[in-house]
């Protein structure tokens, strides 16, 4: 969960290289001709959800609230949604987890560390924000190294533990979704009580070492760029290399 600054947002999303590459609107991206993420900012916290679409197949990450608006941009595809991604268990990323289930059947992925917060209302941080939200329970547990097939698409799971135990980023050839865990120019809170600010650091510098400068990062929250750009001005990688 994170607060974002929006003037920062807006100057980012005018200089991304996505924004330029966009074929239909600023929160959409063609990635090649088969495949194409899109974003979708939900609920008050301003989460970004992503539709992952290639060849006929779409993956939701982090259906964070909102469900119906999710279906209905899902819908504009010519795709089924067969996978629920969730790159970790708060609840500003799996509110919609139920809804999307219900309406699709599609498979529920988190992984193995952050799966018993999908059904636990104090653990997903529901309660914090006054209500008390479950997720249907996961379909598959990943763990570090699980590739996740969309389409033609190929996402590997990298665990990304700091803002959750089981935090995860997702790692495709050209772009990458990595949640809470790094953001823009920011990363994620490391103050909850599953949280770990050293592991954090230990995730980034992986994160570092398995993005190239032309991976386009999907964060959770907030604008995306290219990790070139973001390396410039995010403080926290620096600090996580220095380490
Ligand atoms: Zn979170
Ligand atoms: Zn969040």
């Excluded at 200089?15 to 063609?30: K, Q």
């Excluded at 990458?176 to 954090?200: C, N, Q, V, W």
């Amino acid at each position: 969960m994170k607060e974002v600054n929006t003037e920062t947002t807006e100057k980012h999303r005018k200089h991304s290289p996505a924004h330029i590459l966009s074929a239909f609107s600023a929160d959409s991206a063609v990635i090649n001709i088969m495949s194409q993420v899109i974003r979708i900012v939900v609920g008050e916290i301003a989460t970004n959800c992503y539709l992952l679409y290639s060849n006929e197949e779409i993956a939701v990450i982090d259906p964070g609230f909102e469900g119906i608006k999710i279906l209905e941009k899902a819908s504009t595809l010519e795709g089924k949604i067969t996978r629920i991604i969730n790159t970790h268990g708060h609840i500003d990323h799996i509110s919609a987890n139920k809804t999307i289930k219900q309406a699709t059947d599609a498979k529920i992925y988190i992984h193995k560390d952050d799966a018993d917060l999908l059904t636990h209302a104090s653990k997903n941080l529901s309660l914090l924000i006054g209500e008390f939200i479950q997720s249907s329970p996961a379909d598959v547990i990943v763990n570090d190294g699980d590739v996740i097939k969309v389409g033609q698409v190929e996402l590997k799971v990298v665990h990304t533990p700091g803002h959750t135990k089981g935090g995860i980023c997702l790692l495709a050839d050209k772009f990458a979704f990595t949640g809470d865990t790094l953001f823009f120019d920011s990363i994620g809170r490391t103050d909850f009580p599953d949280s770990d600010e050293k592991m954090m650091f230990e995730s980034l510098k992986k994160l570092q070492n398995m993005l190239t400068d032309d991976t386009i990062v999907y964060p959770g929250h907030g604008e995306w760029g290219n990790f070139s750009e973001i390396k410039r001005v995010n403080p926290f990688l620096s600090m996580a290399s220095e380490d």
